[in-house]
């Protein structure tokens, strides 16, 4: 790696907050500059490298960006970056799958839980001066429901690791990128989406977003689902179609269905997914507990520094 000019340091603009430990470790190795600076707008002229979380970085970004040698995912999908763009630059892209899978797992398991037990709808029912009554009083545990995954890597497995040992779900996954000798112990395998489908009452999303996922799961796959099923989506947003997920909550068919990501994010307000009884969402926090933003920021400095070869 070519050093800066003269006694200079390498300049890495982080384009929004990570944590300060990530920060200061990067700071006594390079010249940093923030997001809460003015100059990390005219990172294209000066960056040798940047940190994004959910800022895109086009191809036209990286065309401008002449001195950028790499790019630092804060997070596992590179879906906001041109990778192909950056890659015909010869500008690296480092990411850090897997180093938040814990904080990640814990939201998707919050949400089963939230929504087993319909805990949204009893709160606005108190919030309006009447309880729910009869049939929608009672909920689900959820060892009743059977559980499926698509998407066995960091996060899919840190889910049924939690589902199995902690409530004793039954859990099935599928995910045809694994060789059958390196499939987890415990978890069942589907040979196919629709098999998964037909069998899960609480299905788990956990891929990424690219050609083979999105709209992976549309109104026909959707229909598929047991009667009363739940979803939770903590993968990608443009991984489910938003309006056959409204569409099939409104039908009663889904039990209930809850989001941490969108096809647009933030999501407009009035988004009709967002206006229907059995939703529950979050904007985009999966990874965002004290212990995951900390080893994520510093996984992401510590990869940035080893490209360019500061360490």
């Given at each position: ?8 340091r ?45 800022h ?75 309880p ?14 059977p ?31 694994i ?34 996922t999105?709209?992976?799961i ?20 443009g ?34 997914l ?10 985009h ?27």
């Open positions: 790696m070519t050093k800066p000019d003269g006694a200079g390498f300049t890495v603009h982080v384009l929004e907050p990570i944590h300060e430990e990530a920060i200061e470790c990067l700071r006594a190795k390079v010249q940093v500059v923030t997001w809460e600076e003015k100059d990390v707008e005219h990172w294209h002229d000066r960056a040798d490298a940047i940190i994004v979380r959910s895109p970085v086009s191809a036209a970004d990286i065309a401008k960006a002449s001195k950028l040698k790499v790019i630092g995912k804060h997070g596992a999908g590179t879906d906001t970056i041109d990778v192909e763009a950056a890659r015909r630059k010869g500008v690296e892209v480092v990411s850090t799958p897997g180093v938040n899978a814990a904080s990640v797992a814990d939201l998707a398991l919050a949400m089963a839980l939230s929504l087993s037990r319909n805990l949204m709808g009893h709160t606005l029912a108190l919030q309006r001066g009447t729910l009554t009869g049939p929608q009083r009672v909920g689900w545990e959820v060892s009743e429901l559980a499926g995954i698509i998407g066995l890597g960091a996060i899919g497995r840190a889910v049924a690791k939690r589902l199995e040992g902690g409530f004793g779900v039954s859990v099935t996954a599928y995910d045809p990128g060789p059958e000798d390196a499939w987890p112990e415990g978890i069942g395998r589907a040979s196919s989406l629709d098999e998964l489908l037909a069998s899960s009452r609480l299905l788990f999303l956990h891929v990424g977003l690219n050609d083979a999105r709209g992976m549309g109104s026909e796959e959707l229909a598929a689902l047991p009667e009363g099923a739940f979803l939770i989506n903590c993968a990608r947003g991984v489910v179609s938003e309006s056959a997920l409204a569409e099939a909550l409104a039908s009663g068919h889904l039990g209930g269905a809850a989001s941490d990501v969108f096809e647009q994010e933030p999501p407009s307000p009035d988004l009709p967002l206006q229907q009884s059995g939703f529950i969402a979050t904007p926090i999966g990874g965002s507990t004290r212990e995951g933003l900390r080893r994520t920021g510093l996984e992401v400095a510590s990869k940035v520094m080893a490209v360019l070869d500061v360490e």
